[in-house]
């Protein structure tokens, strides 16, 4: 398995702000996502945080809305920019570890836009 | 376009009943499922992880099964206990191990 932390664990951010969310792996993993989950709902991929290149977003979510960093294998941050009320969710990052392809979730950032 | 479905969408029991948690995909074209538990507020933890080749995994009090041909799997939790209580997802990766979630059975174990 994966050590995984994910700073700030929550947050209250004023509409119009972008936040940068951190996500560090105790070991290099090749594979790392980033999740939302809003109020009563299930996880939704964001998109793939990709090493050395461009992250890959999934059918509406875009760069700039959501700007993704992976300078490592280890580390990988996300931004919620121009925040609004709806952007009220937790964030969660994930990795894929071994040869069965086990994922292994981050506990979260809880965000909260006002 | 992966589908996936989690029913009951919750379920709430009396201490040591044993239950079963159901899961159904649209696309058997699967290489692994995934169940996970989520408690309120927090993250998942991976529960247990079954490949298309398997029909079963246990882990404890737990066990799931996978029928890929009819697209569906279960979560099986004997003896349950008040500790028990929580979210559990299904989830089944598409192409780069991109998962797809079920909407989840928030389950209460009643002391």
């Known amino acids: 398995s994966a050590v995984i932390s994910q700073k700030p664990s929550r947050d209250i951010c004023q509409r119009g702000t972008s936040l940068t969310i951190q996500c560090q792996v105790d070991s290099q993993v090749t594979m790392m996502f980033w999740y939302r989950q809003q109020p009563g709902q299930s996880l939704t991929l964001i998109a793939t945080a990709n090493q050395g290149s461009e992250a890959t977003y999934e059918s509406g979510f875009v760069i700039d809305k959501f700007p993704i960093s992976r300078p490592n294998l280890t580390f990988s941050t996300l931004t919620v920019s121009n925040m609004s009320p709806e952007d009220s969710s937790i964030y969660l990052c994930s990795v894929v570890i071994g040869s069965k392809e086990t994922q292994y979730f981050g506990p979260g950032t809880r965000l909260l836009v006002l | 376009k992966q589908e996936v479905t989690q029913i009951p969408a919750a379920l709430s029991v009396p201490e040591g009943e044993n239950l079963v948690l159901n899961c159904s995909f649209t696309?058997?074209?699967?290489?692994?499922l995934q169940w996970f538990r989520q408690d309120p507020g927090k993250g998942l933890t991976s529960l247990l992880l079954i490949q298309s080749s398997q029909r079963e995994q246990t882990s404890g009090r737990l066990n799931a099964s996978l029928d890929k041909s009819s697209g569906r799997s279960t979560l099986y939790i004997a003896a349950s206990q008040p500790g028990d209580s929580a979210t559990y997802l299904c989830?089944?990766?598409?192409?780069?191990?991109?998962?797809?979630f079920g909407e989840g059975t928030q389950l209460t174990v009643n002391p």
């Open positions: 989830a089944v990766p598409t192409s780069g191990s991109r998962l797809t």
């Open positions: 696309d058997s074209a699967i290489y692994n």
